[in-house]
């Protein structure tokens, strides 16, 4: 009964603090309703005085690996929690990045006219399978006397699965100037942009259907390639200071935590591009890897954390 009694009182604080498992808390008050005396040991730590008034020196620091142990559970519970909500918002992400992803439409006669709209300059109305459009109007670089209108139109899987029915998106383009303006259609998939016409403010007949324009192709851009093949080298470096230090606990520590972005940053790629290190919207590209990467690290570290707690909680016999 001594021995049962000891270990009773052992647990009582955490037993106090609400930190024990259900069958254990079954087993104390079980105890309590037999034995006055851990009854009363009970009473008084439920009285508004610290630990160290209420126990003997000797108590306490029997009590205070079981404290610690009971405090290690409890950041774990709590970092568990953390790693859900991140994980789970890292999903919605993902699914955003995928779902939005710019379908770009190759040109057809149908898919974008130019009219003219009186003092503002033209109108371009898309077909109704465009759900998303953008142009820039700028200046000719080779010093001609007009201006480029360039213009893109997409679509994607979240407008095709829910945002039908919305009608025809029309835009009237302006340029604050009475240069002469050359609409051009770019695809945005390896092919030559078209010319769909040219507005002209001077002239008697605006809109210009017939135009010479040449053949010019817009490339994607690169830049996403050159991050993948950085986070791939950090990865390796982060292997490698990992296998030097695999000795000392502090450095592998660190080195596996630092070589956790990297991975994250894989990942987030491969979400949001596939195999594909060619973008043709590359802020849109960089900063949802770049958000999604920080959510994947945030929650691979809460994971490595979670790991190294229950690791200790094991090796102290909790």
Not at 7 to 29: Q, S
Not at 148 to 154: H, K, L, P, R, V
Not at 221 to 236: F, M, T
Not at 265 to 291: N, P, Q
């Amino acid at each position: 009964m001594r021995n049962e009694c000891s270990v009773i009182r052992d647990l009582l604080p955490l037993y106090a603090e609400k930190m024990v498992r259900p069958d254990t808390a079954d087993f104390i008050e079980e105890h309590l309703k037999g034995c006055e005396a851990c009854r009363e040991e009970f009473q008084s730590m439920k009285e508004p005085r610290c630990l160290e008034e209420s126990y003997p020196a000797r108590k306490t620091a029997d009590a205070a690996p079981l404290l610690a142990l009971g405090r290690k559970l409890k950041i774990k519970r709590i970092q568990t929690i953390a790693l859900t909500a991140v994980f789970v918002a890292a999903l919605f992400l993902s699914a955003f990045a995928v779902l939005d992803a710019p379908i770009y439409f190759p040109y057809s006669e149908e898919l974008v006219t130019i009219d003219e709209q009186g003092e503002q300059g033209m109108l371009l109305t898309f077909d109704e399978k465009v759900t998303g459009f953008d142009y820039t109007v700028y200046e000719d670089p080779d010093g001609g006397d007009f201006c480029y209108c360039d213009i893109q139109a997409w679509t994607s899987l979240w407008d095709q699965w829910f945002a039908k029915g919305n009608g025809k998106l029309s835009t009237a383009v302006t340029t604050g100037q009475t240069k002469p303006v050359i609409a051009v259609y770019v695809p945005n998939d390896g092919s030559e942009n078209i010319c769909i016409g040219k507005y002209d403010p001077a002239a008697e007949d605006p809109i210009e259907k017939d135009v010479n324009y040449g053949s010019v192709t817009v490339l994607p851009r690169l830049s996403l390639g050159y991050y993948l093949l950085l986070a791939i080298a950090a990865l390796a470096a982060s292997a490698v200071w990992w296998l030097l230090t695999r000795k000392k606990a502090e450095w592998r520590v660190w080195a596996e935590r630092v070589g956790l972005y990297p991975v994250s940053y894989l990942i987030s790629f491969c979400i949001v591009k596939g195999i594909s290190t060619t973008s043709y919207a590359l802020e849109r590209d960089f900063f949802l890897i770049l958000f999604l990467s920080l959510l994947l690290y945030s929650g691979l570290l809460l994971a490595h954390n979670i790991w190294r707690l229950k690791k200790e909680i094991k090796e102290s016999g909790g």
